[in-house]
């Protein structure tokens, strides 16, 4: 069955650096999301990327948060410098329309 | 604005026994609905969704959900619980119409224990 694959899976980074998570959505998806999960709480959306640009973003995507689909297959998010607030699980999803959400692993991000 | 509601954060139920997790919703269109679960340490696994059609939506590892559009509720359920069903439960919701945000809206979750 296909997956959304992400790496890696655990990243430990300063507060201050730059971190990219990386993902590698199903091959004939044509709608990508980043999602997070702060620890024991909800999972929320950041982001959505359709057509090679961003076609929804949250209230938490601010200008710190970008996203990339760099060579047609990966899928890229990008925290240019990282607080410690932004320690959490991170989910990118897939999906071809709206009958299929294909969730990976996720990263865990964890800021010093 | 489409949200979520599961009013229980923590559901105990005995092995054997049937077992409901709650999920209300609200969208201004039709709904899609969504379970997933949650291992520790794991990421989102889909359990069943619910697009259109019959009411009563079965999904893996033999649970259902009935949607009921008048209470606005899609609840969970599992005829005979295992004490492997214990994970984090997430209800979700998109709106249907055509030109809405296809991003998912979820519940809080819902941490469910079955007792052996």
């Known amino acids: 069955e296909p997956e959304v694959t992400q790496t890696p899976s655990h990243q430990v980074t300063q507060m201050g650096q730059e971190v990219i998570l990386r993902c590698v959505p199903i091959?004939?998806?044509?709608?990508f999301y980043w999602y997070r999960q702060i620890l024991g709480q909800k999972v929320e959306f950041l982001v959505s990327f359709y057509n090679n640009e961003i076609s929804e973003k949250s209230e938490i995507f601010d200008d710190q948060f970008s996203v990339e689909r760099p060579d047609g297959s990966n899928f890229t998010l990008k925290i240019r410098s990282t607080k410690l607030e932004d320690s959490a699980m991170y989910f990118c999803?897939?999906?071809?329309?709206?009958?299929?959400?294909?969730f990976g692993s996720g990263t865990r991000l964890t800021v010093v | 604005a489409q949200s979520v509601a599961q009013p229980e954060d923590q559901v105990n139920v005995a092995e054997g026994n049937p077992l409901t997790v709650k999920c209300t919703y609200s969208v201004s269109g039709n709904p899609y609905l969504f379970w997933y679960v949650q291992y520790p340490n794991r990421g989102l696994q889909f359990l069943l969704k619910?697009?259109?059609?019959?009411?009563l939506v079965k999904g893996s590892y033999g649970f259902e959900a009935e949607f009921n559009k008048s209470q606005t509720s899609f609840h969970l359920k599992k005829p005979s619980a295992l004490v492997s069903d214990s994970a984090l439960y997430f209800c979700?919701?998109?709106?249907?119409?055509?030109?809405?945000?296809?991003?998912?809206?979820f519940g809080s979750g819902t941490q469910l224990t079955v007792l052996p």
């Open positions: 999803a897939s999906s071809r329309g709206a009958l299929g959400y294909t």
């Open positions: 619910y697009i259109t059609g019959d009411n």
């Open positions: 091959s004939n998806h044509l709608y």
């Open positions: 979700a919701v998109r709106d249907s119409r055509s030109g809405s945000a296809r991003q998912l809206t």
